[in-house]
């Protein structure tokens, strides 16, 4: 035992065997945790500036995109739903079995059905409106199935089967100020039709559009048989 000690440091002798194991597991369990800290960081780091990918965290903002939306409507639809719910049902088939090729004709996306109106979106102005042209020629011939169609450009955001932004907003406020089997445009898709002779547009105003910060100017489309817009009868909001 003397010998034993002799070997030790000075500053060892005397101190229990289990202090200085202790001791070592302390500071061993330090180093270890040191490490894996530094690790968590740069992974942490990695994966902040990692590029957005199929892999990406799900709650990743979609980048916006530049999109016509269009919104319509079938007229006198609540009552007739509320005299003739089978008949209204019918009605709301018929327009899916018309309206979904004509859209996917034109290069449109059928994004969702909003009660009796539906909400679609083009890459082009052009191929909105000629869908929507083309919309007010084919439901003319069909019983109830009478239709506003509102039509806007802007920079949107596009979620599954949805799509937001104001400018979608700006769309859906717009399509009250069509007549009755006409359509209605903003002063976005107005500007893309004037150098055309094959459209003509009718200046309806600029009215102040529920939820909507932006000024916006409204017009309807009066070449191709369309109705022009009574203002006296427009029920916007």
């Not at 909105?128 to 069909?142: H, L, T």
């Not at 089967?161 to 400018?167: E, P, Q, S, T, Y």
């Not at 109705?227 to 909001?237: E, G, R």
């Amino acid at each position: 035992l003397r010998c034993i000690r002799a070997t030790k440091p000075d500053h060892m002798v005397g101190i229990p065997l289990a202090h200085w194991v202790s001791r070592f597991f302390r500071r061993s369990f330090k180093s270890i945790r040191g490490r894996i800290l530094i690790r968590s960081n740069q992974f942490s780091k990695e994966t902040l500036s990692a590029p957005a990918g199929k892999n990406s965290d799900p709650v990743n903002v979609s980048p916006k995109e530049l999109a016509a939306i269009v919104f319509t409507d079938i007229v006198g639809f609540t009552k007739l739903s509320a005299g003739n719910e089978p008949a209204a049902l019918a009605l709301l088939e018929k327009q899916r079995e018309l309206l979904k090729p004509i859209v996917k004709t034109h290069g449109g996306s059928w994004l969702k059905e909003i009660g009796d109106g539906l909400l679609l979106s083009f890459e082009t102005t052009k191929d909105a409106v000629d869908c929507a042209i083309e919309i007010q020629q084919v439901v003319k011939e069909v019983d109830n199935l009478n239709l506003r169609i509102g039509i806007h450009q802007g920079e949107v955001v596009f979620q599954g089967n949805d799509v937001i932004g104001d400018d979608v907003n700006i769309a859906a406020r717009i399509e009250p100020f069509a007549a009755p089997g006409g359509i209605a445009i903003s002063g976005r898709v107005n500007a893309s039709l004037e150098r055309d002779p094959d459209f003509e547009t009718h200046y309806l105003g600029q009215p102040q559009l529920k939820g909507v910060s932006q000024t916006v100017k409204a017009y309807c489309i009066t070449s191709h048989g369309l109705p022009k817009t009574d203002m006296s009868k427009v029920n916007a909001k």
